[in-house]
């Protein structure tokens, strides 16, 4: 059968099957420049996250490399038209980790506006800032949706159950998908801008979209929710890093434009320097948006078929070439 590098880790029920299956798997992170000389060369397939980055220069360096798995969502680390040349196969698992994904966007909007991480800070400083950290519901106020696939579909949904009124910009989109969840579909994503007092990012990172959320979109937002309470301005962003101009959220959050930022995804990861992360208004997670059990199991085991599915001949349901 074939021999595997799983090189950002899977869940070990995964890493069992494909055992059991007969597959020679090799559990190993490799660094920019092993990949960049063939390690790669040595394996039928490769399964990867967030972290291995699969360029032009590693396919080109890949041998017999032949499927490249990519355990969650976002395909942006990998150079697809390169592997399409190359004669690999691309595959995501785009459904597995949406739950946890619109859970932890729920848990952001909710600690944004109740300020449950400034809480958490003060009183581990001793302080007991009750006057001081009276929050907004999120009921009555607007959400905009940047990108309205599974996972804003899925925020949409509690969204709506929590009282919030949906908008949504997907160019992309039928309008009739919007409707049935009960969300408003813009034609530009300035206009959600200048309505919505919340705006939360599901698109993927491209050309097109890096930096969509600037300074100039964020002082376009309104602060006032449409209960006609002032509850200011909060973005949150569980999709792809770089989406978010981050210097400019920080802008923001000083001149006091933006009320809020949360983030569980960074222009550049791991963080380590980032002022951003030190204001008292933002609060941020390190890309754990699918870092559930639930989802890496679900992970896992779709990612088995899929790579079954390779090796048998099959065109993978999840096939991105």
């Not at 459904?95 to 729920?106: D, F, K, P, Q």
């Not at 600690?111 to 449950?116: D, G, K, L, T, V």
């Not at 969300?183 to 097109?208: A, G, K, M, W, Y």
Request: aromatic share 4%.
């Amino acid at each position: 059968m074939a021999r595997v590098a799983v090189t950002d880790g899977m869940d070990p029920e995964a890493i069992i099957t494909l055992k059991k299956l007969g597959h020679d798997v090799v559990e190993q992170h490799y660094s920019k420049q092993e990949l960049e000389t063939g390690v790669l060369s040595e394996f039928d397939a490769v399964i990867i996250r967030s972290a291995t980055k699969i360029t032009e220069k590693v396919i080109s360096k890949s041998g017999k490399l032949s499927f490249i798995g990519r355990g969650g969502v976002g395909v942006d680390n990998i150079d697809i038209d390169a592997a399409t040349r190359a004669n690999i196969v691309v595959c995501n698992t785009p459904r597995s980790s949406t739950h946890s994904v619109v859970e932890l966007t729920i848990g952001h909007l909710l600690a944004s506006c109740r300020h449950i991480a400034k809480a958490d800070r003060s009183l581990r400083q001793k302080s007991w800032d009750k006057k001081i950290l009276k929050g907004t519901e999120l009921s009555g106020k607007r959400i905009g949706l940047i990108g309205f696939g599974r996972i804003a579909q899925g925020v949409a949904k509690i969204a709506n159950s929590l009282g919030m009124e949906c908008h949504a910009y997907d160019p992309y989109l039928p309008k009739d998908i919007a409707t049935k969840f009960n969300t408003t579909l813009h034609q530009n994503v300035d206009s959600l801008f200048r309505l919505c007092t919340h705006i939360s990012i599901h698109c993927n990172l491209t050309q097109e979209t890096y930096h969509l959320v600037n300074g100039e979109r964020i002082e376009m937002m309104p602060g006032l929710g449409a209960d006609g309470v002032f509850c200011g301005n909060h973005i949150v962003n569980c999709a792809r890093g770089g989406i978010v101009d981050e210097d400019a959220v920080l802008k923001n959050l000083e001149s006091g434009t933006l009320s809020s930022a949360a983030l569980d995804v960074f222009e550049n990861e791991p963080v380590k320097d980032n002022p951003l992360v030190m204001h008292p208004n933002f609060h941020g997670s390190p890309h754990i948006g699918a870092a559930t059990a639930e989802a890496q199991y679900r992970i896992g085991q779709e990612m088995v078929t899929l790579l079954n599915s390779h090796f048998k001949g099959e065109k993978p349901h999840s096939a991105l070439n």
